[in-house]
Nanobody, 126 residues
Framework: QVQLVESGGGLVQAGGSLRLSCAAS????????MGWFRQAPGKERDFVAA????????YYSESVKGRFTISRDNTKNKVYLEMNSLKPEDTAVYYC???????????????????WGQGTQVSVSL
């Protein structure tokens, strides 16, 4: 199965940018839709963005739409999350995950995903 490792997090000031990477191991990476989620302390794990298997369709939560961009490079077995105009409320641990369900639609529920990575911390200061 696909195993995921997130990287690229860090501490930035509000208005700054970060690019997160999700490196996948396994031979079937390109067969799966992928998602980014985030979880702040004491909060639920929330959907951020999803991308289909081929990378030509994406969906974003309203809170990040226009600021974040999800992309993937199947030749490198990687998924990316480019984050711009960061806000303190973006502070969270960011996770990538595999969409476990077949079908063409993009799912936003964390329960639909699996093979979670260990996450990477994003902290945005004032």
């Amino acid at each position: 199965q696909v195993q995921l490792v997130e990287s690229g997090g860090g501490l930035v000031q509000a208005g700054g940018s970060l690019r997160l990477s999700c490196a996948a191991s396994g031979r079937t990476f390109s067969s799966y839709a992928m998602g980014w989620f985030r979880q702040a302390p004491g909060k639920e794990r929330d959907f951020v963005a999803a991308i289909n298997w081929s990378g030509d369709s994406a969906y974003y939560s309203e809170s990040v739409k226009g600021r974040f961009t999800i992309s993937r490079d199947n030749t490198k077995n990687k998924v990316y999350l480019e984050m711009n105009s960061l806000k303190p409320e973006d502070t969270a641990v960011y996770y990538c995950a595999v969409d476990l369900f077949p079908g063409d639609g993009l799912r936003i529920a964390a329960q639909s995903y699996g093979n979670w990575g260990q996450g990477t911390q994003v902290s945005v200061s004032l």
